[in-house]
């Protein structure tokens, strides 16, 4: 049973806009949730991170933000760029340490 | 450089035959990983390593077996009793205690069973 959802499969949006990913987990024990960026043909790459004692983290365009009462969390990219093109899973680190994937959204910059 | 290398890219084999995946690191990391993608699932784990000669399960390790002879290679074998074989397989590494977000990811193998 997936303990990390990322139920939009897809996103499009218009250069300069923002892009805003969800993701929403099972397991209140989890602590620590991450972001990873992948495109086609190569392993997905760290993006940003964020500990549940956090309720944002921002790192240049990118920003994760943390609601745990809803179990639920989201990265905002702004201004969005048609390099930010790719797959983006969320990641969240469970009780023995390991990490657990969601489906991955798969993100599109238009001109 | 510094990095993972995966090989081959991609990988075509009939059913019934088992398959080694190959995982190469050169980053002087004690940790490996081997994760599996599927379409519309995000990566689940199949086997990890800590340290040479010694490795355990992950959540899908049924059909899959492992060996870590050496602290930069972690080759993954995929044999016939895996009933779903066809999928893109990652491998990572990271720092031994290390937070987990120092994971790196190889380009990735993707496998067909024909």
């Known amino acids: 049973d997936q303990q990390v959802k990322q139920n939009s499969p897809s996103l499009s949006v218009q250069e300069g806009r923002i892009s805003i990913l969800n993701c929403d987990y099972t397991?209140?024990?989890?602590?620590?949730f991450l972001w990873y960026k992948k495109y086609p043909a190569e392993g997905p790459t760290f993006l940003i991170s964020?500990?549940?004692?956090?309720d944002k983290n921002e790192d240049g365009r990118f920003t994760v933000f943390l609601n745990k009462s809803a179990k639920h969390l989201s990265l905002h990219i702004v201004p969005s760029q048609p390099g930010d093109s790719a797959v983006y899973f969320c990641?969240?680190?469970?009780?023995?340490?390991?990490?657990?994937f969601g489906a991955g959204t798969q993100v599109v910059v238009t001109p | 450089d510094g990095g993972i290398t995966q090989s081959p890219k991609y990988l075509f084999r009939k059913e019934g035959q088992n398959v080694t995946l190959s995982c190469e690191q050169n980053?002087?990391?004690?940790?490996m990983y081997w994760y599996r993608q599927d379409p519309g699932q995000g990566l689940r784990l199949i086997y990890y390593?800590?340290?040479?000669?010694?490795?355990q399960k992950g959540d899908i390790a049924e059909g899959y077996s492992v060996s870590r002879e050496k602290k930069e290679s972690f080759p993954l074998t995929v044999t016939s009793a895996q009933k779903n074989p066809t999928a893109f397989y990652l491998c990572?590494?990271?720092?031994?205690?290390?937070?987990?977000?120092?994971?790196?990811f190889g380009p990735g193998t993707r496998l067909t069973v024909l």
């Open positions: 990572a590494s990271s720092k031994a205690g290390g937070p987990l977000y120092e994971q790196f």
């Open positions: 397991n209140s024990m989890f602590d620590y």
């Open positions: 964020i500990s549940s004692i956090k």
């Open positions: 990641a969240a680190i469970d009780s023995w340490g390991k990490l657990q």
């Open positions: 980053l002087n990391h004690d940790a």
């Open positions: 390593s800590q340290i040479v000669n010694d490795f």
